[in-house]
């Protein structure tokens, strides 16, 4: 097994939080001597200083009044409870890595936060990682993503400079079945923090769910694309997902001039 520094902060943090627990103990198979005497440096300096986090002294002596999942209280705080208002960028994504608010914290094998510029003018917000997804930990892979890059490009942006991607799962729902309602309600305010954080100029939603969380609608796509929204006030534009389109081509034609739409929004016209 070959340790990547992501693996190596992880087992930082299990080694950071059993010694919290008292366990001084622990057992590791697969990791060379030299791996495990570096992730046991770096859970001594995450110690005096968590990495990307606030000291316990910022957040309280309580973790339930901030929710992290650093200290998770599963069953007990629901995500609509939390407050994550008060974490940076960077904070949010460590919390998200070891959130265990819904059932989906059991399936996934990474937890998929974004992808592109957080510096953006445009964000896209889709629906939940698919396998592929949950295997890189990057939003929009595969096909989809391919078929997605392409739209992007066809009105002049890209994923790597202009645009920042999220959806709003950030776990792979079991066989790429649809988000649930609670699964939706606990990981919501993620995606939240992250919109006020990155503070984009123009949000396109992608997809049925993210379509009606972000117009606070049930009503049916093919109903609500050709709009011009407003989430908290930043223009919101509405368009197919792009694995929809790789089922129906026919949807092709209506996704391009809804690209059109949000050109003419991002240039103010
Ligand atoms: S889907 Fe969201 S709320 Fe559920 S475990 Fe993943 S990050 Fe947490």
Redesign the pocket.
Known sequence: MSAEPRDIRDLARFLSQREDLGLDEVFLEGLTREQVLRAAGEARRGARQPSGLPSRETVGADPKERGS?EFPVPGVAS?SEVDLAGFEYSELAVV?ES???????KG?TR?VFSDGNPRARLMVVGEAPGANEDRTGLPFVGQAGKFLDLLLASVDLSRKDSVYICNV???RPPGNRDPMAD?IE??SP?LKRQIALVAPEVIVAVGTFAAQLLTGTNRPLGKLRGTVYAYEGVPLVVTYHPAALLRNAGWTRSTWDDFQLLRQVMDGS
């Open positions: 999942a995500a998200a959130c265990q608010r819904c059932r989906l914290a996934r937890v799962l950030k776990c699964e606990h990981c993620f």
